[in-house]
Every structure is written in structure tokens, then in C-alpha cells.
């Protein structure tokens, strides 16, 4: 599974959540969630979108998606 949306799923948040609280793409969403997407090629304006609707900041969003990719 694609590391952000297991953190999505951790976070219990929606790529609809984040569409309707920030305004991102819904496509955006869903191409930075698919399977062969990895880590390293989500875009600054997705992990910022992520961490807008978390009340996070980038880095703490970049912070724990780390995490979560190095114990998978």
C-alpha cells in the first residue's frame, strides 16, 4: 500500500476531506495514492494539502510519513 495513504487511513482522514478543506485536485489526491507512487515523488502542495487539513505543518506531515515508509 502507498505509504501516504496508510498514513491517510492512520489519520482517519479522507482524500475528500483534504479535496473539500484545502481545495486540491481530487485527481492530485488520487494519483499521489496510488500503489506505485513512492515516498520520494509526493509533491510539496500534497503534503502540504495533508498536513492544512491535519492542523500539522509540512514538516511534521513529512516528519511521520518517513517514519511510517521506513517501518513498512
Known amino acids: 500500500?502507498?505509504?501516504?495513504?496508510?498514513?491517510l487511513d492512520?489519520?482517519?482522514v479522507t482524500?475528500?476531506?483534504i479535496y473539500?478543506?484545502?481545495?486540491?485536485?481530487?485527481t492530485t489526491?488520487?494519483?499521489a495514492v496510488k500503489p506505485e507512487k513512492?515516498?520520494?515523488?509526493?509533491?510539496v502542495k500534497v503534503i502540504k494539502a495533508v498536513?492544512?487539513?491535519?492542523?500539522?505543518t509540512p514538516g511534521q506531515v513529512l516528519d511521520d510519513l518517513l517514519?511510517?515508509?521506513?517501518?513498512?
Do not use: I, V
Request: zero cysteines; glycine letters at 8%.
Open 67 to 72: 517514519a511510517l515508509d521506513a517501518n513498512s
Open 15 to 17: 482524500r475528500y476531506q
Open 10 to 12: 492512520a489519520n482517519q
Open 20 to 26: 473539500k478543506a484545502t481545495g486540491l485536485a481530487q
Open 29 to 31: 489526491l488520487a494519483n
Open 38 to 43: 513512492p515516498l520520494a515523488g509526493q509533491t
Open 51 to 56: 498536513a492544512d487539513t491535519l492542523g500539522k
Open 1 to 7: 500500500m502507498n505509504p501516504l495513504q496508510k498514513y
